[in-house]
C-alpha cells in the first residue's frame, strides 16, 4: 500500500540514529510540542513515495492549525523571515524549512477551497503528487486518491488548476518530469501546452516540442518524455 510504505520512508528517515537526523528529529519534535496539528506538507512526501528518499535534501514543509503569530514565537530563535507563502522561512538542524498557518493557505484565502480542517489541504496543491501530510506528532499520513495514483503510476496530474503563477507552475512540471522520470498526465500537458512561456534551455524547448505534438495527436493519455522510461498508465481522476 503506498500510504503505509512512503509513511514507513519518511519516518525511517526522521529516526535516523545519525547525528544529522537526531537534530532533525529534535527540531521536528519541539515544533510539534510548541505548534499542536502540525504536518510535513507536499515535496518531502513527494520524493519519499517516489522513493527517492537518498536523493532528498530540498527544504521541508509544514503547515500548522497554529497561527502566524505562534509559529513566529515558536520559531523565533531560529531568526526566521517572511516566505511566498505568507509564512516563515527558517533553518534548523542544518535543514531549511518553509512553515505557514492553515489560515493562509493560498487556496484559502482566495475561497477555492473552503479550508475548514487539514483535510481540506489535500485540495489545495496543483499537482496530485503533493497532495499529502503526515501528522508531526502522530504520524499519521492522509492523502488524495490522486496521490496514491501519483505514486504507483510517476505522474505528474493536475489537482487544483487555480494557481497565481501559472508559467511557473509548468517551468517547475518540466523540471520535475526530467529530473524524476515522470509522465504528464492529460489535463497537465494541455495546461503546460496553453500556459508555456519561452523556454529556458535546448533541453526544455525539446520537451515542450513533443508535449505539443502529443496533445495534438492524442490528448487522452500522458506523456513521457523519451528517454524517459515508459509507465504502465491507468485513466487518471479529475
Known amino acids: 500500500m503506498i500510504s503505509a510504505r512512503t509513511r514507513a520512508a519518511v519516518c525511517a528517515y526522521i529516526d535516523h540514529a545519525s547525528a544529522e537526523r537526531v537534530a532533525l528529529r529534535c527540531t521536528l519534535d519541539q515544533l510539534a510540542e510548541a505548534l499542536p496539528g502540525t504536518a510535513v506538507f507536499g515535496g518531502m512526501l513527494r520524493e519519499f513515495g517516489w522513493g527517492e528518499a537518498r536523493r532528498f535534501s530540498s527544504d521541508i514543509d509544514l503547515v500548522t492549525r497554529s497561527t502566524r503569530a505562534e509559529i513566529h514565537s515558536a520559531i523565533r530563535r531560529h531568526e526566521p523571515v517572511l516566505n511566498k507563502f505568507g509564512g516563515y522561512r527558517f533553518v534548523a538542524a542544518r535543514r531549511s524549512f518553509d512553515i505557514w498557518s492553515l489560515e493562509d493557505t493560498w487556496a484559502f484565502r482566495e475561497g477555492l477551497v473552503p479550508g475548514r480542517s487539514m483535510s481540506d489541504l489535500l485540495c489545495t496543491t496543483f ?112
Open 127 to 238: 499537482f496530485h503528487a503533493d497532495a499529502a501530510y503526515l501528522d508531526l506528532k502522530t504520524r499519521r499520513l492522509q492523502h488524495s486518491p490522486g496521490f496514491a495514483l501519483s505514486m504507483v503510476q510517476r505522474t505528474l496530474e493536475i489537482n487544483l488548476a487555480h494557481n497565481p503563477a501559472p508559467h511557473r507552475m509548468v517551468a517547475r512540471a518540466i523540471r520535475m518530469a526530467i529530473d524524476k522520470q515522470a509522465a504528464i498526465g492529460p489535463a497537465l500537458a494541455v495546461y503546460m501546452v496553453d500556459h508555456a512561456c519561452a523556454a529556458a534551455t535546448n533541453l526544455e524547448r525539446s520537451f515542450l516540442a513533443a508535449l505539443r505534438e502529443h496533445v495534438e495527436r492524442d490528448v487522452g493519455t500522458a506523456f513521457s518524455f523519451q528517454p524517459q522510461r515508459d509507465v504502465p498508465l491507468m485513466p487518471y481522476p479529475h
